[in-house]
């Protein structure tokens, strides 16, 4: 795969969450999302607020937490084939503008869904939990780690 | 931006580089583009999966479902959902020799580029913008030709022999003189492959203790070497010469990683032209930097020598540098010379040191004879000792197409990389689509290109890349730039706004995180 490859990096994606307009990309399709959501005719506003969460939430738990490996073929015989893409970003170095970003951002999303929906209770404990299912993983200390070995190989 | 770059006086000429940035725009469409050809691969192998669409790929036999699977499938995702869509732009099958214009077998695919079927039909003299035939020797007939066919006759064929056992033949002898006064060091080595070369005498070069410092969008066989040697490898960003003066400082300043002990040696491998950039090296820097550190200089110029200078000796000829300077000159004879090979030039102590400690000169076989010969004509070509002045116009012919074609590229609105005088020129298509679209209207229009996109090139930054050669005239350039003008307004390639910036400012620049080897 190196061979006949424009740059010496191992794993190009790694880079992929620093390239130019990603996370303009990122909010717009979140924007789209909620638009989307909002010109459904039967939901409420905090209903669609509420979804807006969740669905981001689960999305980004999917691709960033869930999904392992790279899509292609690396040159390092695929010593990143167990990790997901989380773990992978910028190698594994914590704390990067990117991992913050991508950590910050669904906080942001949880304090207007919560604004939106009038801390109404039930939707708070909705809310919450899927606010929790992403922020965990993204916490140093479960870099690399599978609870109960669920989703290991 | 004044990107006109003097600094000092260590430039004799301007040092025109630019890289256009990517419009905000065209970046998030990429990722949606990306996107929706990522959603669609999800759900296409899901069909596949389900049995609702048949499985193209090769699959495992049924008793072999339980054992380990070989391969990941994960892995080749991007295999099967991206590249085969686009496939007939890559491995067309030709049939003639690769010139200027090259004769292309016709083949359609009636189930998406799975699979193949030839029409039968020849479709003769493409616009060849692809080979990397800068000074037009690709040719079938010819001085070149007609010598290699009489060594041909008189040596046979091939050696069947290491250097160093029996396949030392007075050819060999003779090239390495030649291409030793050719560049203007005191000694040359030839080896038979131009990646082999860099991969297997960088670890004859260096070892454990020494230290590389070799650009980020280095060759993969330069990385091969550097990798095979066991020497510490740190990566500097692509021409930025505040970023090598940095590492050579904290690599003098702090020594080796543990011990603190002094490295035995530091290695700068840079090349001359890089080909997916077109950006040419900052030499004269370099050298200022080696001198004041006292490191070694390894200098890759597999697309410049021939390419570059008044009389095609290479990039130390264009800067008007001494060969002296550099410590190990390294380059290939599979572009400009129209052969197949590398070489190694430098002092005759290091020279001689190779020829014993080199793997490829232990373990690899010598060069092919015809080859050698087709190298020594076009070589002595190029310096005008056969008698004409073939050569020199050819160097000239090179340099005019260059500017011409930039030129009206630049015009016509085109975000081109590179510098001026590059005869790469790489086009920046940006969209997954457009990779595709390009190469399919372009042999549509009897010019053949060459696309990249991810992961061969960073995500958002997928380009055409044209490769000039002294044989094309201005009559094939003007009907390629006539096309190119169309497919761009076509395709909405158009993109550039005139603002351009001197270095090629990744966004990742200060903050780049490396692989950290364990």
Known sequence: MNVGVAHSEVNPNTRVMNSRGIWLAYVISVGVLHIVLLSIPFFSIPVVWTLTNVIHNLVMYLLLHTVKGTPFETPDQGKDRLLTHWEQIDYGTQCTSSRKFLSISPVVLYLLTSFYTKYDPAHFVVNTASLLSVLLPKLPQFHGVRVFGINKY | INHIVHNGGLYKRPFNEAFEETPMLVAVLTYVGYGVLTLFGYLRDFMRQWKIEKCQNATEREEQKDFVPLYQDFENFYNRNLYMRIRDSWNRPICSVPGAKVDMMERVSHDYNWTFTYTGRVIKGIINMGSYNYLGFAQKAGTCQEAASKVLSQYGAGVCSTRQEMGNLDKHEELEKLVARFLGVESAMAYGMGFATNS??????????????????????????????????????????????????????????????????????????????????????????????????????????????????????????????????????????????????????????????????????????????????????????????????????????????????????????GNEDSPVVPLMLYMPAKIGAFGREMLKRNIGVVVVGFPATPIIESRARFCLSAAHTKEMLDTALKEIDEVGDLLQLKYSRHRLVPLLDRPFDETTYEETED
Not at chain 2, 251 to 273: C, D, F, N, S
Not at chain 2, 280 to 298: C, D, F, N
Not at chain 2, 335 to 362: M, N
Not at chain 2, 388 to 411: H, P, S, W
């Open chain 2, 200 to 417: 297997m005498n960088i670890p004859a070069l260096v070892g454990k203790g020494c230290l590389i410092l070799s650009d980020e969008l280095n060759h993969a066989s330069l990385v091969l070497g550097a990798r095979l040697s066991g020497a510490t490898i740190r990566i500097f960003k692509h021409n930025n010469m505040q970023s090598l003066e940095k590492l050579l400082k904290d690599a003098i300043v702090h020594g080796q990683p543990r011990t603190r002990r002094p490295w035995k040696k530091i290695l700068i491998l840079v090349e001359g032209i890089y080909s997916m950039e077109g950006s040419i090296v900052r030499l004269p820097e370099v050298i200022a930097l080696k001198k004041k550190y006292k490191s070694y200089l390894y200098l890759d110029e597999a697309h410049s020598i021939g390419a570059l200078g008044p009389s095609g000796r290479g990039v130390v000829e264009y800067f008007g540098l001494s060969p002296e300077d550099v410590d190990v000159m390294m380059g290939t004879f599979t572009k400009s010379f129209g052969a197949a090979g590398g070489y190694i030039g430098g002092k005759k102590e290091l020279i001689d040191y190779l020829r014993t400690y080199s793997h490829s000169a232990v373990y690899a076989t010598s060069m092919s004879p015809p080859v050698v010969e087709q190298i020594i004509t076009s070589v002595k070509c190029i310096m005008g000792e056969d008698g004409t002045t073939v050569g020199e116009a050819r160097v000239q012919q090179l340099a005019e197409n260059t500017r011409y074609f930039r030129r009206r590229l630049k015009e016509m609105g085109f975000i081109i990389y």
